[in-house]
Nanobody, 124 residues
Framework: QVQLVESGGGSVQAGGSLRLSCTASADTYASNYMTWFRQAPGKEREGVASIYIRGSTTYYVDSLKGRFTISQDDAKNTVYLQMNSLKPEDTAVYYC?????????????????WGQGTQVTVSS
């Protein structure tokens, strides 16, 4: 059973925008946090933005504040990541994660459910 499905990735020029979607099964969406991570070639997976589903509280890594926005649509069991003013260094595979257990919000090992990832490529 597929629990998380991401979409919306693609190729864009620097300065452009993309909106990623992560649709969850009902049980997965009802868990606590849903968080976007990204992984660039040769680099570790890093946190991007997170939302506490029950309270709609949002969190961002400091370096991305102001450019990225996470939001939710409860009717669609979907979390979005709006990415503006994209830079070549934003190029990565973006993953959605859910069902956080122990550990910090940006600790990838803390999440039990992952999507398949969606590629974002930003050209200069």
């Amino acid at each position: 059973q597929v629990q998380l499905v991401e979409s919306g990735g693609g190729s864009v020029q620097a300065g452009g925008s993309l909106r990623l979607s992560c649709t969850a099964s009902a049980d997965t969406y009802a868990s606590n946090y849903m968080t976007w991570f990204r992984q660039a070639p040769g680099k570790e997976r890093e946190g991007v933005a997170s939302i506490y589903i029950r309270g709609s509280t949002t969190y961002y890594v400091d370096s991305l504040k102001g450019r990225f926005t996470i939001s939710q649509d409860d009717a669609k069991n979907t979390v979005y990541l709006q990415m503006n003013s994209l830079k070549p260094e934003d190029t990565a595979v973006y993953y959605c994660a859910a069902d956080k257990t122990y550990g910090g919000r940006w600790d990838a090992a803390a999440y039990r459910v992952w999507g398949q990832g969606t590629q974002v490529t930003v050209s200069s």
